[in-house]
T-cell receptor
């Protein structure tokens, strides 16, 4: 099993450009998440999904959109990138139901720079 | 909103010394999880605590959940260079579907 994979690993964008980050998991998990990690600020939740076709806002959703058309994929879109969106983006997934714990499995991250 | 505060932000120790990081929440947690992130890596799950006053051990790591389920700690005995990384606590509140992460404690170990 590959676990959680993210594409791309690195990306440089100019202000105003758009892009989509792809997350895929092969563990049949119901829940998927997108986080951003900035120095000294830990992990902040952008959006999450509790199942195929459903999404919800997290702590810092502004400037991002998401889609979960297939259970195994969770896409994060930036419509008009801003320098404030320079960060490392992590996708994670977790199962729901059955015996705990419901730990989150993280992908390797995407390092995004917006100039 | 709900917040999980974690201290200290950084800690330098000499190899062999002990290390502790603390998490506090202003409201009661349903459970708390701990993750470790190696430099340049991604967070990896360590453990989950659910019960009031719970204590769990993993080799040199001891995890505690407070009686009021508002605080937690991770203690590492006799640190090794392999312990280097950032340790995050993440709290789960009954009202939501998502974890709230603390800011993390970055541990640096001098050999």
């Amino acid at each position: 099993n590959a676990g959680v994979t993210q594409t791309p690993k690195f990306r440089v964008l100019k202000t105003g450009q758009s892009m989509t980050l792809l997350c895929a998991q092969d563990m049949n998990h119901e829940y998927m998440y997108w986080y951003r990690q900035d120095p000294g600020m830990g992990l902040r939740l952008i959006h999450y999904s509790v199942g195929e076709g459903t999404t919800a806002k997290g702590e810092v959703p502004d400037g991002y959109n998401v889609s979960r058309l297939k259970k195994q994929n969770f896409l994060l879109g930036l419509e008009s990138a801003a320098p404030s969106q320079t960060s490392v983006y992590f996708c994670a997934s977790s199962r729901h139901g059955g015996p705990p714990p419901y730990e989150q499995y993280f992908g390797p991250g995407t390092r995004l720079t917006v100039t | 909103g709900q917040q999980v505060m974690q201290i200290p932000q950084y800690q330098h120790v000499q190899e062999g010394e002990d290390f502790t990081t603390y998490c506090n929440s202003s409201t009661t947690l349903s459970n708390i999880q701990w993750y470790k992130q190696r430099p340049g890596g991604h967070p990896v799950f360590l453990i989950q605590l659910v019960k009031s006053g719970e204590v769990k051990k993993q080799k040199r790591l001891t995890f505690q959940f407070g009686e009021a389920k508002k605080n937690s700690s991770l203690h590492i005995t006799a640190t090794q260079t392999t312990d280097v990384g950032t340790y995050f606590c993440a709290g789960f509140y009954n009202a939501g579907n998502m974890l709230t992460f603390g800011g993390g404690t970055r541990l640096m170990v001098k050999p």
